[in-house]
């Protein structure tokens, strides 16, 4: 099977004027019980009943268009990690549709696969390897990984030796690393020193640079006003509003109540 | 809208698409990086490291002989070569389980925050239990050498026995992976399972003392041929007959189709569970 971003079906700049679309998708998650009951969940089986649970998502609609840069905001609990998921094929939605015409990205954050007890130099590898490198490209981008986590000591060390500062930065450079069309950040940016965020800004900057399309999640407005063009409002799982970012972010920050913990706390 | 239930088809924009996110290339180097993973971390706070695998099989040897050569009498030769033929290959099919069952349930970052073949963790389990089990035949072989044995032609049976074990090991790894997610009681109730199933084996008796009118039952059990194919091809000699060839090869076929099929209707309600 060809891969859905091989020529012919969209990869960057002359790919789909809108390489994602999502049609009235909505996503239904149980309520979690500490425990699975087997009779319960057998009873509700037999006789039909609702599981009881919430609409994280319902009804968002929407096309993202190839070169853009959406913002996505909203409180916490506002479905913006579910859509994300939804984008990147983690999860399927309950009902609606979603047509993916270009190479996504397939994490949200950074280092899902870290392991602490093995190596700087081997968490890269099977981290490039998670994110759909072979080993041979990895090893050809190795020491610009290292690089941009600044990590160039440590890299034989166990990843329990790590500050968390260290460990996010070389999640961060891994990542960088990895080609997408589309490339689709949950709150990634808030985390290293001034010169790793310089360095950040930087790859970024060269991403758009491509014409490449980015997704971000960010409760810090001032990221998604210096990097969006357009803002997706969600609130409650639906849209609240979709338009340019100065317009939706203005909007939004009226409408946030005073001292609204979730404005306040990056990455909360 | 309907909601989602637990092993129904998903909604359109489902699974199928995505699966040629990636090549065979990568997926190659993320299951190599995975089996390098689990091999180097598993033994980190260890005195004795990776003698783990050998020490729980010896130990389990020297127990059956005891009982069974020294108290119960059954008088059969070489009863401790009889015995490890056994033990070893049940050692590596209970950790190799074992490893699987919980290959999703303590990663759920890369169920939840990434998008992987996800199959790719319990059979990267089963493949790190693999190796080990490759150390504890070296032993084996060691233990035989010194007791002056060389290999027969039925060697050449050991390929075929490795094979069909992995055929019921991988299927069991994959269905038990899956629904440990829903129901952490499997992760429970399997090991428990093994336990009583090791002795449905040729284990510590001849595939003889079974009476033949229940043997073609007994064969169903994967493993009851597995353990015998093992016997004849390390110590016994002798071959198989169709018979027990065809039941084993279709019991463990089975086990493998079964495993594969309640993993792709798990697949894509793990991140929903997890």
Known sequence: ?268 | MSRASDLAVPAAGGAARRIGRRDVANVRDLFLNLVHADLTSRFHSTALGALWFVLGPTLTTLILVVVFQHVVRLGIPDYPLFVLCAVLPWSFYQAAVQNALASLTRSPALVKRVLIPRAVLPLSAVAASLVHFALSLLVLLGVMLALGRTPSAAVALFPVALGLQLLSLTGLALAGAALNVFYRDVGHVVPVLLRLAFYLTPSFYPLAYVPARWRDLYLLNPMAGVVELYRQALLTGGWPSPRLLAITFGASAAVLAAGIVVFRRCDPYLEDHL
């Open chain 1, 1 to 268: 099977m060809n891969p859905p971003w091989s020529a012919g079906n969209g990869s960057g700049p002359g790919g789909p004027a809108e390489p994602i679309v999502l049609e009235r998708v909505s996503k239904w998650y149980r309520r979690r019980d500490r425990r699975a009951m087997l009779a319960m969940s057998l009873y509700r089986r037999l006789t039909g009943a609702l599981t009881p649970g919430f609409w994280a998502l319902s009804d968002v609609s929407l096309a993202v268009r190839a070169g853009e840069a959406l913002g996505i905001v909203g409180p916490n609990g506002a479905g913006k990690t579910t859509l994300l998921k939804v984008i990147a094929g983690i999860t399927h939605p309950t009902s609606g549709r979603v047509a993916v015409r270009a190479h996504v990205s397939t994490h949200l954050g950074v280092g899902s696969g870290f392991q602490q007890y093995l190596t700087g130099r081997d968490n890269v590898f099977l981290q490039g390897s998670i994110l759909g490198l072979t080993n041979r490209q990895i090893a050809s981008r190795f020491d610009a990984i290292v690089a941009l986590a600044g990590i160039e000591t440590a890299v034989d060390q166990p990843l329990w030796t790590y500050s968390a500062g260290m460990t996010t930065r070389l999640g961060f450079a891994v990542a960088a690393h990895v080609d997408f069309d589309v490339l689709v950040l949950d709150e990634a940016l808030s985390v290293g020193d001034r010169a790793f965020n310089e360095r950040c800004a930087a790859v970024l900057q060269g991403f758009r640079a491509a014409q490449r399309t980015l997704i971000l999640v960010s409760h810090s407005l001032a990221t998604v006003r210096a990097l969006c063009d357009r803002v997706l409002w969600l609130d409650r799982g639906g849209v609240r509003a979709l338009g340019a970012a100065d317009e939706i972010l203005r909007a939004y920050e009226a409408a946030r109540p005073r001292g609204d913990p979730a404005a306040r706390v990056p990455g909360s």
